[in-house]
């Protein structure tokens, strides 16, 4: 795919995730896609393979949140093999915290397929508001 079709690609997934759905992004997921969570908090760290990616970070967030995980997407940049996504959450946790986070997304493509995320965030709030230890 071109950059064009990666930057669309993103768009439609990320159109999902506003509402709740992350099907589209799961299933976008190459076998041996990584997520890395920038920073220094509990959250931190790169997640390998799409099953540790689901299974260590996706659902132990889930987990926290009240009702679905909301992202909202406000940019789209793309490059290449690369598309830039600026985002904010819409979210509560379950405690009743708001989870209202910034988000730069860089993520990298390759034949349609997500390879990688690394995602960048106010860590602050992570820390705050998703407090418990994840890994």
Known sequence: MDAAGNKQLMKNIFSELAQGNARPLVEAMADDFSWT??????????????????????????????????????????EGDFVVVEARGSNTTKSGLPYNNAYCFVVQLLDGRL???TEYMDTELVSSALAERVH
Do not use: M
């Open 37 to 78: 969570v920038t920073g220094s908090n509990q959250w931190s760290g790169t997640y390998r393979g799409k099953k540790a990616v689901l299974e260590e970070l996706l659902a132990p967030l889930r987990d926290r949140i009240n009702g679905t995980i909301k992202t909202i997407p406000h940019r789209f940049i793309a």
């Open 115 to 117: 390879q990688a995320i």
